[in-house]
Every structure is written in C-alpha cells, then in structure tokens.
C-alpha cells in the first residue's frame, strides 16, 4: 500500500488516484522495482483536493483518516505501507522531514510503514529520482 497527501487537479476529477506526472513518474519507479502497479493499493491521508491545492489541514487528515482511511488498511492488511512525503508521513507516524528519514522503516500500532519522497517532489527535483527509486527497491524487498 502507498499513502500519498491528497489528491490533485486530476485525481479529483476522475477518483484514480496518481494519474497526472507524478503519477506517472511514480509508475515508472514501481515498475523499474520489479512490482506491478495494479498489485498495489494507492490511496491518501485526505480524499479530497484542498482549496488551492494547499496542504491538508490537521482537523480534515485526522477526519478522514479516521473515517477511510483506517478501515482501507484494515481491509487490505498491507505486509508494509510506503508513506509518499511529509504530510502523509507526519499524519500516520508522527516523523518529520523526509529528506532525513526516508527508506527507514517504522513499526507504529503492529503496522510496518517506509517514508518515501513523493514523486511530486521528485517531478520538481530531478536529482530526487535516484533516492525515490532506491527506497521503492528497499520497499518491493522488504515485501519480498
């Protein structure tokens, strides 16, 4: 399973989530690991696009990670969740900083999750793409 932040322009409109460049970047990155994208449940911490494309707000991830996204990983039951940038990081485990943490592991509630950069981030800065591929082979490994 991967949680990303919220949806964009697109997966707002079409409720698929990671279509527009990131998504295809991160598409790219999976399928370069060895995994196949339709093996993987993508989702976010909120499941609406905010306002301007802001941030999330505390009260609307808390929201909806209690009312969705909980019961999602409940029902997938994932061997481990990769946690695509701060935001999703910060609301699921509490850790800040992705450039410091990302491709460790942590263990939260029995639940085994990965900070990853998001591929947004990634789009923006090239020079992310060799890390965002490294962590995602650590990720498809440790599924393994």
């Not at 698929?16 to 995994?35: H, N, W, Y």
């Not at 301007?52 to 990983?73: F, S, V």
């Not at 695509?84 to 460790?104: D, E, F, M, P, R």
Request: proline letters at 5%; a positive charge.
């Amino acid at each position: 399973m991967l949680v990303g932040e919220a949806p964009g322009e697109k997966e707002d409109q079409t409720g698929k989530p990671f279509i527009g460049r990131s998504g295809r970047l991160l598409t790219d990155i999976i399928t370069e690991s060895g995994m196949d994208r339709r093996d993987i449940y993508i989702t976010s911490i909120v499941k609406c696009r905010p306002e301007n494309n802001r941030l999330p707000r505390k009260l609307e991830y808390t929201t909806c990670i209690g009312l969705y996204l909980n019961k999602q990983i409940d029902l997938i039951n994932p061997k481990i969740i990769g946690l695509l940038g701060n935001s999703a990081i910060y609301a699921l485990i509490g850790k800040k900083n992705v450039t410091q943490i990302h491709g460790n592991v942590y263990e939260v509630d029995g639940r085994k999750y990965m900070a990853l950069f998001h591929p947004a981030a990634a789009v923006r800065f090239r020079k992310l793409i060799p890390q965002l591929e490294e962590d995602m082979l650590k990720l498809k490994n440790l599924i393994d």
